[in-house]
């Protein structure tokens, strides 16, 4: 007996029902499912840091042109379902794209890179406010002695506040990272095969679907966890002594 008809002997004798995993078809489908959630976690931190770092910059930068419409950015994701983001920037922003190139067969946007479009920036949104408080709490001291040293703005933003500010607002940074994991659910919405859109494929046509959230639950702990523990780390390394962190 193999190791997969061994689980599905033992899990049987409480309830569960994992017989779709000799199914290869149906596994297959499931285990691209794990792995499509991961490459989007693994596209979407990256993003999401990168954007949140250049709006904080906005911000704080002092210059309306560069402020305002950041500002009202971030307003509206953050005051907006993400959900609803990413159904009207699939349905109508991707529709208008289409129609520019000459047709759906012609569009280079995949349902894909919407979620990560849409998560990313929504995710972006909270680190922008995050890394925002943390440089309007770098010690006016600091940057004026930045600036006594013949700093320019721009270098006074790069070499003191944004470093300062991402070791103060790390903790927000990594609950909204634990936030955008969660998130790449929202993408069985538009077909993206993530593990949540390739569970519903199979507990259709199983009735399995106590079995497959359990897993989906666990998955997703333990990710989590792994971020957690990450960002734990990472805190520990960019402490700085005496500077009260």
């Not at 290869?24 to 840091?49: C, K, M, N």
């Not at 794209?97 to 569009?107: C, F, H, I, T, Y």
Request: hydrophobic letters at 55%; glycine letters at 6%; aromatic letters at 10%.
């Amino acid at each position: 007996m193999s190791v997969t008809d061994l689980f599905i002997s033992l899990t049987s004798r409480i309830g569960l029902n994992y017989e779709f995993l000799v199914s290869g078809y149906e596994a297959q489908i499931w285990r691209d499912g794990f792995v499509t959630t991961l490459y989007l976690i693994a596209a979407l931190i990256p993003v999401s840091l990168i954007a949140g770092v250049t709006f904080a910059a906005c911000l704080t930068s002092g210059r309306l042109w560069l402020s305002v419409p950041v500002r009202a950015f971030v307003e509206l994701t953050r005051n907006t379902p993400t959900l609803v983001q990413l159904m009207f920037s699939f349905l109508v922003l991707n529709n208008l794209v289409s129609n520019m190139v000459g047709g759906a067969q012609n569009n280079p946007l995949s349902p894909f890179f919407w979620v990560i479009a849409v998560v990313g920036l929504h995710i972006a949104a909270l680190h922008a406010e995050a890394i925002r408080a943390g440089i309007e709490a770098v010690p006016a001291s600091t940057v004026e002695a930045a600036q006594a040293i013949g700093f320019s703005r721009l270098q006074i933003l790069r070499y003191v506040e944004i470093p300062l500010a991402f070791r103060a607002s790390l903790p927000a940074i990594v609950n909204n990272l634990i936030n955008l994991a969660k998130l790449t659910t929202i993408g069985n919405a538009i077909a993206v095969s993530e593990i949540t859109y390739a569970s519903i494929m199979v507990w259709t046509q199983r009735d399995n679907v106590v079995s497959l959230m359990i897993v989906i639950l666990l998955f997703f702990s333990v990710i989590n966890f792994v971020i957690a523990r990450i960002g734990s780390w990472v805190e520990r390394r960019l402490a700085v002594p005496g500077y009260g962190l």
